[in-house]
């Protein structure tokens, strides 16, 4: 009994022997690729860049440079940048602020900035149920914010009015062009976090989504004044 | 609450401007003439029900006269509370507003607003109101919205499978 524990744990001993050689062997890859970085790095030093030449230059321009269309990168900017219109319209608000509070934390992904002004602001969250009476101001704040600009329509009611269909509200859609409907009621910060995430998915994929044509709105572009 | 005993002494002295007493589950209500309805407030604020904590409407259709508009006084110095109820036809659905001051006394300014609504809401008019006009509803919007015969509305729900445009662009 005692010799097959002793057994174990030369086993086990071995076993650690053998993690810490495969963990030299990964800082010895670290240590590599830290020293080709170096040189690399010579290059704006001492060494005048001339020096790499043929599949070397070609390798370090591989390693080194990203390129891509300017249209790609600026929506990539604006896509982890949204600035969101402070705009709350029932209960569904409540949980558009915890998107922003600490434990969903919408700053992890650069939209924490909530505007007060429409004009400073590119996304609208109409979060909870919009009235007959409520809807021509929602429009006007729309038109207010600056191209290019989303509308996320959080919650049943301002989607499909959800429990409140009656005479008193109107959906979204028949306002305003819609990018994402986030669906539940109301739905959940995670569910408002999901439906933001995949607003940055489209926006980096197509910037314009496409809106014009599926509403119809063809020729409402916003031209320069000299234009 | 007065007892029914005390609720029928208070009709008694509001005399014929009282046409019915409601006494259920302790809740005392007078049922009024609703040309008189100035008056009887301002008698039951003599004898304490100094404040009017609600104003709201009722449709009782089919039954006529259709529309009613109830009062809550609350006596707040014996918290004691009363109900009065007046019932106007949809014909002439017309009462005086309590709001303002008048010769016979004065109003109730916290009426303002809920006659306002019980108008926008059952096309009750107050007749002597200061401003008369919607309170909820959009200024142009036509109709009552809260009157048991008026369409509930609501919109159809575009959903992609019953939108052949979005479906189309779905795809």
């Known amino acids: 009994m005692r010799r097959e524990l002793l057994g174990a744990a030369a086993r086990d001993t071995s076993a650690t022997e053998a993690e810490a050689r495969a963990e030299q062997g ?25 020096a790499l030449e043929g599949s070397d230059l070609e390798r370090n321009v591989r390693d080194r440079v990203l390129t891509t269309t300017l249209d790609k990168a600026v929506a990539w900017a604006r896509s982890n940048s949204f600035f969101p219109l402070s705009f709350g319209l029932a209960c569904c608000a409540m949980e558009q602020f915890q998107t922003a509070g600490p434990r ?5 992904f650069g939209y924490e900035a909530f505007r007060a002004s429409p004009r400073q602001a590119d996304l609208i969250i109409l979060a909870g149920r919009v009235s007959i009476k409520m809807a021509p101001i929602i429009r006007r704040l729309y038109d207010q914010m600056l191209e290019p600009k989303w509308a996320i329509s959080m919650g049943a009611c301002c989607s499909s009015m959800g429990v409140f ?20 009621c109301p739905p959940r910060p995670e569910a408002l976090m999901h439906g933001v995430l995949k607003l940055r998915k489209l926006v980096q994929a197509d910037p314009d989504l496409g809106w014009r044509e599926r509403y119809g709105a063809l020729g409402t572009e916003e031209k320069p004044l000299d234009a | 609450m007065p007892d029914a005993p005390g609720l029928e002494l208070l009709a008694k002295e509001l005399g014929e401007a009282a046409l019915e007493t409601v006494y259920f589950r302790g809740r005392a209500t007078l049922i009024v003439d609703p040309q008189r309805i100035r008056w009887v407030l301002g008698e039951l604020r003599a004898r304490g029900y100094r404040f009017l904590s609600s104003v709201h409407g009722v449709d009782h ?57 019980v108008y926008d809401m059952f096309g009750v008019t107050f007749r002597g109101h200061p401003e008369l006009r919607r309170i909820l509803m959009p200024e142009d919007y036509e109709g009552h919205p809260q009157r048991r015969d008026f369409p509930v509305g609501g919109e159809p729900v575009h ?13």
């Open chain 1, 104 to 108: 969903m934390d919408i700053a992890r």
């Open chain 2, 61 to 117: 259709y089919p039954d006529e006269p259709r529309l009613g508009v109830i009062y809550e006084l609350l006596d707040m110095s014996r918290v004691d509370r009363v109900t009065v109820k007046a019932r106007v036809p949809l014909g002439e659905p017309v009462i005086d507003s309590v709001t303002h001051d008048g010769s016979d006394g004065p109003g109730w300014p916290t009426a303002n607003h809920q006659e306002r609504e």
């Open chain 1, 26 to 50: 990964a800082l010895r890859v670290r240590e590599l690729t830290a020293s080709q970085l170096l040189r690399v790095s010579d290059l704006e030093g001492a060494n005048p860049p001339a």
């Open chain 2, 159 to 171: 959903f992609t499978y019953n939108d052949p445009a979005r479906r189309a662009a779905s795809r």
């Open chain 1, 165 to 184: 269909n009656n005479y008193a509200l109107v959906p979204a859609d028949k306002f305003m062009p819609i990018d994402v409907h986030v669906p539940g």
